[in-house]
């Protein structure tokens, strides 16, 4: 299944219609989800047309409005992916959450704070690499450095006086502690690398698959992999 998520306060532009090509590509089942419909509210004429014209763009299995900031539709959403998706076997444990190793779920959680903290200010081209993770007995040290793409960006994630980043790191720190049970020290630092989306050296290194073998193939042992804690 796919679900494809649109402004549905904004014109549908070409990096929309680039990602409804790849949609369309793809041969499974879709979902439309119309975001950020509270900001129709004004104006719940636009609604209704809007989601006649998004039925016309490709067979969606459904066509969703709903407001990810409010809440709204989210019910619903759950309800119609349990439904559309087919049953199949179990293939992990109960406890396990997730099959991702846990240095990825701790570079997402501080990502995830970046992209909240900033809001809009600091495009999407954010990356952040796990460049240190030593798990203790009952306390974990793990230093990451966040990448982005200009100087001025770089300001904005810092801050007046290193508040932003201060901010961001707390956040993440509650989080990771949430999620391996035990107080965490976390150090982050703030990194330039120029247009490191172009560069396939440095997207290669950000795979999780690759730091993984490499860390296997460092110390004969796996990583660590997130369980419910």
Same mark, same amino acid.
């Given at each position: 299944?796919?679900?494809?998520?649109?402004?549905? *306060? +904004?014109? $549908?532009?070409?990096?929309?219609?680039?990602?409804?090509?790849?949609?369309?590509?793809? =041969?499974?089942?879709? %979902?439309?989800?119309?975001?950020?419909?509270?900001?129709?509210?004004?104006?719940?004429?636009?609604?209704?047309?809007?989601?006649?014209?998004?039925?016309? &763009?490709?067979?969606?299995?459904?066509?969703?409005?709903?407001?990810?900031?409010?809440?709204?539709?989210?019910? &619903?959403?759950?309800?119609?992916?349990?439904?559309? &998706?087919?049953?199949?076997?179990?293939? %992990?444990?109960?406890?396990?959450?997730?099959?991702?190793?846990?240095? %990825?779920?701790?570079?997402?959680?501080?990502?995830?704070?970046?992209?909240?903290?900033?809001?809009?200010?600091?495009?999407?081209?954010?990356?952040?690499?796990?460049?240190?993770?030593?798990?203790?007995?009952?306390?974990?040290?793990? +230093?990451? *450095? /966040?990448?982005?793409?200009?100087? =001025?960006? @770089?300001?904005?994630?810092?801050?007046? =006086?290193?508040?932003?980043?201060?901010? /961001? =790191?707390? +956040?993440?720190?509650?989080?990771?502690?949430?999620?391996?049970?035990? @107080?965490? %020290?976390?150090?982050?630092?703030?990194?330039?690398?120029?247009?490191?989306?172009?560069?396939?050296? $440095?997207?290669?290194?950000?795979?999780?698959?690759?730091?993984?073998?490499?860390?296997?193939?460092?110390?004969?042992?796996?990583?660590?992999?997130?369980?419910?804690?």
């Amino acid at each position: 299944m796919v679900l494809m998520m649109v402004d549905a *306060a +904004a014109p $549908f532009g070409r990096e929309d219609r680039a990602v409804l090509d790849l949609v369309k590509k793809s =041969g499974v089942p879709a %979902f439309l989800l119309l975001n950020k419909i509270d900001l129709l509210r004004r104006d719940r004429s636009k609604l209704l047309p809007l989601i006649d014209r998004s039925t016309k &763009l490709h067979q969606f299995k459904e066509v969703l409005p709903l407001s990810a900031r409010k809440g709204e539709g989210l019910d &619903l959403l759950l309800k119609k992916m349990v439904a559309a &998706l087919p049953k199949g076997p179990r293939y %992990f444990p109960d406890d396990q959450i997730t099959d991702q190793p846990m240095r %990825f779920m701790v570079s997402e959680a501080v990502r995830e704070q970046v992209l909240l903290k900033t809001n809009q200010e600091v495009p999407h081209s954010v990356s952040v690499v796990i460049e240190q993770f030593e798990e203790g007995v009952k306390l974990s040290r793990i +230093a990451a *450095a /966040i990448y982005c793409e200009r100087e =001025g960006q @770089k300001r904005i994630l810092v801050g007046k =006086g290193g508040q932003m980043l201060k901010g /961001i =790191g707390t +956040a993440a720190r509650l989080a990771i502690e949430q999620m391996l049970g035990m @107080k965490v %020290f976390l150090q982050l630092f703030v990194k330039v690398k120029s247009d490191w989306r172009d560069s396939r050296d $440095f997207v290669d290194q950000l795979d999780w698959r690759r730091q993984l073998a490499e860390l296997v193939g460092a110390t004969g042992t796996p990583s660590h992999w997130s369980r419910r804690v």
